[in-house]
């Protein structure tokens, strides 16, 4: 009777599944786990990765230090700063508390909170075919993307900009409309990266109650902006003179957008190019927006938005993740291992720029297509 009971537990054991809500639980947890011992890997191999007086202290300490303390955090002239202050009042304001901190300890929060924002995307951009091995191998092609790796190291926000658009669709499919509306205002602050979402979610809003549905959007938006940039009132009502000074302020250089590249080679003509370029993308943008899911199209005006956008820095092409994530989980096997390929070869081509002695911003531009 042993040797039977033991053999039916057995049997019992090979026989028992676990059910599609259990295993779709088991992949939620073991995705948050893996991500989380990789996310710790990196920091400890990267810490020192975390640079001093980058875009980070330029750009959002700088100017958070400034307001903290009632003087104008568009004036950070007596900071010694690299650049001026160029990013939007609403991150200065959202992330006014971290003038608090030293400016090492700030670099650091940062450098966690990006990470942290990086598996945010890679979990829900996968949606629900979210694995445990999908979690892996996109957290290691995430982590070492060379945009990914630069946007540690000068400490910018483009990944903020990112999990924000991707959270405000989600968001506005669930009736949370003011809650996308101010992940949507936070996105603002790189208005540029955030233009084909905006457009897309005007056209969903537009869709389900016309005009009215539209301009509700557009005025939550607006007052969220507001509320945002609220702590800067109150601490330096006059900042906006120096906000706007500093932002026509900053320096040209080679950046990665058809907009620069049709300029230099083609002149006069390249903006006429870069114009055509723009309707274009913008008519793909609002097809893409009529018939694919909000969160789908969603990913795909993330994308698009290097193309039409004036000023984008290489970092910036981080935007390019939740779209190469929900992809490579919605593809079979073969064509995973084609997109390793594919990015095996853009991760080497992008290393062998940075090893240049002049690495142009603008030798990146190919990476959006």
């Known amino acids: 009777m042993g040797y039977h009971s033991h053999m039916q537990t057995i049997t019992e054991r090979k026989t028992k599944k676990l059910t599609p809500e259990q295993l779709k639980l088991f992949h939620s947890y073991a995705s948050i786990l893996a991500f989380a011992l990789m996310g710790i890997l990196f920091a400890k191999l990267f810490w020192n990765l975390v640079q001093p007086r980058m875009d980070f202290y330029n750009e959002l300490w700088g100017p958070a230090y400034l307001l903290v303390h009632g003087q104008s955090p568009y004036d950070t002239t007596n900071?010694?700063?690299?650049?001026?202050?160029?990013?939007?009042?609403?991150?200065?304001?959202?992330?006014?508390?971290?003038?608090?901190?030293?400016?090492?300890?700030?670099?650091?929060?940062?450098?966690?909170?990006?990470?942290?924002?990086?598996?945010?995307?890679i979990y829900i951009a996968q949606g629900d075919k979210r694995s445990l091995y999908n979690t892996g191998i996109l957290t290691f092609l995430s982590i070492f993307f060379p945009a990914t790796l630069y946007h540690f190291f000068i400490g910018q926000i483009s990944l903020t900009v990112t999990l924000c658009l991707v959270l405000a669709v989600h968001l506005?499919?669930?009736?949370?409309?003011?809650?996308?509306?101010?992940?949507?205002?936070?996105?603002?602050?790189?208005?540029?990266?955030?233009?084909?979402?905006?457009?897309?979610?005007?056209?969903?809003?537009?869709?389900?109650?016309?005009?009215?549905?539209?301009?509700?959007?557009?005025?939550?938006?607006?007052?969220?902006?507001?509320?945002?940039?609220?702590?800067?009132?109150?601490?330096?009502?006059?900042?906006?003179?120096?906000?706007?000074?500093?932002?026509?302020?900053?320096?040209?250089?080679?950046?990665?957008?058809?907009?620069?590249?049709?300029?230099?080679?083609?002149?006069?003509w390249g903006y006429l190019l870069w114009i055509l370029t723009t309707i274009i993308t913008i008519g793909i943008n609002h097809s893409l927006w009529k018939k694919l899911s909000p969160v789908n199209a969603a990913y795909w005006s993330l994308a698009l938005a290097p193309l039409v956008s004036p000023y984008v820095g290489s970092w910036d092409f981080v935007i390019l993740l939740p779209l190469t994530i929900f992809t490579f989980v919605s593809v079979d096997w073969k064509r995973k291992v084609a997109l390793i390929i594919f990015y095996a070869i853009a991760w080497y081509q992008m290393a062998q720029i940075q090893a240049l002695e002049v690495s142009h911003n603008h030798y990146f531009w190919w990476v959006p297509l």
């Open 79 to 121: 900071l010694n700063t690299n650049l001026p202050a160029a990013w939007f009042p609403m991150a200065i304001g959202f992330f006014s508390p971290l003038g608090w901190l030293p400016e090492a300890t700030a670099n650091h929060a940062w450098f966690v909170l990006c990470i942290l924002e990086l598996g945010a995307i």
């Open 172 to 268: 506005a499919q669930k009736d949370r409309h003011w809650l996308s509306a101010f992940f949507i205002a936070l996105a603002v602050s790189k208005p540029h990266l955030a233009l084909l979402t905006v457009l897309g979610l005007s056209f969903y809003y537009f869709q389900k109650d016309k005009w009215k549905g539209m301009f509700l959007f557009w005025g939550r938006v607006s007052i969220s902006a507001l509320a945002m940039c609220i702590p800067l009132f109150v601490a330096y009502p006059n900042w906006i003179p120096d906000a706007l000074h500093a932002m026509t302020q900053n320096p040209i250089w080679s950046y990665p957008s058809l907009f620069v590249l049709f300029e230099r080679y083609f002149e006069k």
